[in-house]
């Protein structure tokens, strides 16, 4: 198992550096880079980001060309506002797009391979403190909602499975398909509307992750706050992953009752909690686990986007989608490296659990 884990990490080196690869290319020929986007502010001609996530429709529009690495058709751009040529020599020197294509990725490559992430095109500081900053949001939400995912999905995808086709069972699916067909973001609204003073009730905070007079409450009243803000958008974001995990369980556990040795283990007198929780958990728990990294990520990053924008909770997910409209490339690199080497983490580990879950599993006779 050791040899195999070795391997496995040694492969996030090459992933890494494919995905970085990728995204670098990506950025090259995307419309509209960081020089065009200024140039455009400065001549009051900047369409926005609908324009720009339009299939490049606005730039074509006003007449501009754009090539690798968004610096474009400079000279017919710059003839169409009247920028200074130094001026805008002075742009791309800024942001480094003075020196050739293979010099940049190999500067990103260094840069990254020490996690230096460098400064935020226009924010003025660093993308590792900007991510810092950041981070206390994505955390409370991802560790939290997938906490009380699991704790509630497993328990009850278990007990779903024991009562399969009774009253039980019909009730709660029905339930659960409910709340997986209504958007996250859709519920959000609703609860905001019912409970956050939209109409009804003024029983939760609209906005924020604590309190302004946060730092004057007491240890107690901190957690309470801290708590009384998260219940609005854990529960919106919630409410579809209880349904995924809960029949994947429930499923899991039906393909373990079925089969042999569980009809021989209460043959043999053994009690219904031994055989659920001694026979069938190890077994059935691997395909859940086999969806921890992706399910993991979700939650800490991509999963909350909307409702950090709804609940007004400056996180990860935010920060990268402003950071892709904006093309803030030093942001985006470090958010999808980030993404990345937390998912080929998380695989590896994975690898670990089911060992722990079931001894039987033998990675080492393994291809990697």
Known sequence: ??????????????????????TFLLTQFAPGGPVERIMAQLSGTDAGATARFGGGGGDIA??????????????????????????VDE?????????PWYER?????????????????YRDVSVIELIKEKLPVSISLGFWMMLATYLISIPLGIRKAVRDGNRFDVWTSGALVVGYAIPGFLFAVLLIVVFAGGSFFQWFPRKGLTSDNWEQLSFFGQIVDYFWHLTLPLIAMAVGSFTTMTFLTKNSFLDEIR?????????????????????????????????????FVAAFFTGSLLIEQIFSLDGLG??????LINRDY????????????????????SDFIYTLVDPRIDFETREV
């Open 1 to 22: 198992m050791a040899a195999y884990l070795i391997k496995r990490l040694l492969l996030i080196i090459p992933t890494l550096l494919g995905v970085l690869t990728l």
């Open 62 to 87: 006003a007449g501009r060309t754009v090539g690798p690495g968004g610096e474009g058709a400079t000279s017919s751009y710059r003839g169409s506002q009247g920028l200074d040529q130094k001026f």
């Open 91 to 99: 742009l791309k020197k800024q942001f480094g797009f003075d020196k």
């Open 105 to 121: 990725y190999g500067k990103l490559i260094w840069d990254f391979a020490r996690f230096d992430f460098g400064r935020s095109y």
């Open 259 to 295: 089969k042999q040795y569980v009809i021989t283990a209460r043959a043999k007198g053994v009690s219904e909690y031994r055989v659920l929780y001694g026979h069938i958990f190890r077994n059935a728990m691997l395909i859940v686990i086999a969806g921890f990294p992706s399910a």
């Open 318 to 323: 935010l920060l990268g989608f402003e950071s």
């Open 330 to 349: 030093p942001v985006v690199f470090a958010t999808v490296y980030i993404y990345a080497l937390m998912a080929t983490v998380l695989h590896v580990l």
